[in-house]
């Protein structure tokens, strides 16, 4: 396996852990954040801008995981590497929608 294949696996577990927010959000009818909003990120898009953003996010993460290299449920490597960016990313979106919604 080559190096850049763990790194599509690590941004891909960051591309769909980014898409849940936004996807539950939208489908559930809810402004949330998005990149689109006024100012970036802080102010508040439409549900139907996140149920797009969620599932942009959705099929990236897709296609950094499925499409590049060969990933494999089974190979413990892969799903660590996969988790970490879920984890990483996960705290960082924590971080950053917790001093918007009082979750600090």
């Known amino acids: 396996m080559r190096w850049h ?3 599509a696996y690590f941004f891909g577990g ?3 852990a980014n898409a849940l927010p936004h996807l539950g959000n939208g489908i559930s009818g809810h402004a949330f954040q998005s990149p689109f909003a006024s100012p970036p990120g802080v102010g508040l898009s ?7 953003w969620g599932l942009f996010n959705l099929a990236v993460g ?5 499409r590049v290299g060969s990933f ?3 190979k ?3 799903v660590l590497v996969l988790g970490a ?3 990483i ?3 960082m979106l924590a971080h950053a929608f917790g001093r918007l919604h009082g979750g600090l």
Not at 46 to 52: A, D, E, G, I
Not at 62 to 66: M, N, R, S
């Open 14 to 16: 960051a591309f769909l």
């Open 62 to 66: 897709y296609l950094l995981v499925c």
């Open 89 to 91: 990313m996960s705290l």
């Open 72 to 74: 494999d449920l089974r």
């Open 46 to 52: 439409s549900s139907m801008v996140n149920v797009l």
């Open 5 to 7: 294949h763990y790194v």
């Open 85 to 87: 960016g879920i984890l």
């Open 76 to 78: 413990t490597q892969h």
